[in-house]
């Protein structure tokens, strides 16, 4: 068998066009010339003697064997990542560094706790934390750029090589300004809302009109925003309420409050991620300072 010419490059473009579903969107995603991607996906074809990608005329996606590949070439590139720190962390003398994501709405104080336990089990760990969607953390856990990610459990939230662990839930409330009166639920429906971006907060989004359903609530969806800073920002200023995890109170910038929405009866649920591909036991004495009584959900 003739010696491959694929490596890393090769398999960060292929990535990167399945994720973003189109030759032009993995060229903006990467920074990288969409020419210049277009003949490293060829390269890659024509070395392997198959097709990646079936081409479209507005998109692209992963033939059966396309699919197979990506699937091997994200675990190849996770555990190529991890090699990469670990050798970083050897060289600088350290004990150890473990990347982790969390979303927005992860702002339970369960975290800290966690953190403090493991810290006071592995002093010399250092954790390096990040802010991320749902959906960016599931990509980065796959691609092995974090080790571990605090999201929202969601049956939409998936890949083949991640595990997850829910850790708590949260019931949802309404977050209003704190010199508002507290509104009838009744009156909720056609009242003005501000609500996270579908297209960074999409499990959210989806868990929400699932619950507003079940209740009975249809919210007017006044303005959509990226993040959560000028989400709070926005209800301050009197533009709408909104909807979050009663977690977060105590969180809250001071001119606002939430109150509970006994209606809303689901519960969020924030499960802690991990690729089980590229597993270690640095990473399952992490995990054990989290959710010791619950069971693992299967990949």
């Known amino acids: 068998m003739r010696q491959s010419r694929i490596g890393i490059r090769h398999l960060r473009c292929a990535i990167g066009v399945a994720d973003a579903g189109g030759f032009r969107a993995a060229a903006e995603m ?6 210049a991607i277009t003949k490293t996906v060829r390269d890659m074809e024509e070395d392997l003697g198959f097709a990646i990608f079936e081409r479209g005329p507005k998109a692209v996606s992963l033939t059966a064997p396309g699919q197979r590949f990506v699937e091997d070439a994200r675990q190849s590139l996770a555990q190529f990542e991890r090699t990469i720190r670990a050798a970083r962390r050897n060289e600088t003398g350290t004990h150890g560094h473990i990347i982790i994501g969390y979303s927005a709405l992860a702002s339970s104080g369960q975290i800290s706790q966690g953190l403090g336990a493991f810290e006071a089990l592995c002093p010399g760990v250092q954790i390096e934390m990040h802010v991320l969607s749902t959906d960016t953390m599931m990509r980065q856990l796959a691609g092995g750029e974090i080790d571990a990610g605090f999201l929202l459990n969601h049956e939409t939230v998936t890949h083949p090589a991640i595990s997850q662990m829910p850790v708590w839930s949260s019931p949802i409330g309404l977050v209003l300004p704190r010199e508002s009166s507290a509104p009838d639920f009744e009156t909720l429906t056609g009242a003005p809302f501000v609500m ?3 297209e960074n907060w999409r499990a959210y989004r989806l868990l929400l009109d699932r619950l507003c ?61 991990w690729n089980h591909v590229a597993d270690t036991a640095l990473l399952r004495s992490f995990r054990a300072q989290f959710g010791r009584n619950e069971a693992p959900v299967p990949a």
């Open 213 to 273: 359903d079940h209740a009975g609530l249809a919210p007017a969806v006044a303005e959509e925003v990226w993040d959560v800073q000028v989400l709070f920002q926005r209800v301050a200023e009197g533009r709408g309420y909104t909807l979050y995890p009663m977690d977060a109170a105590p969180a809250l910038p001071a001119s606002l409050r939430m109150i509970a929405l006994p209606q809303m009866r689901e519960a969020l649920t924030i499960s802690m991620a």
């Open 196 to 198: 996270g971006l579908r």
């Open 30 to 35: 990467l920074g990288i010339a969409q020419p």
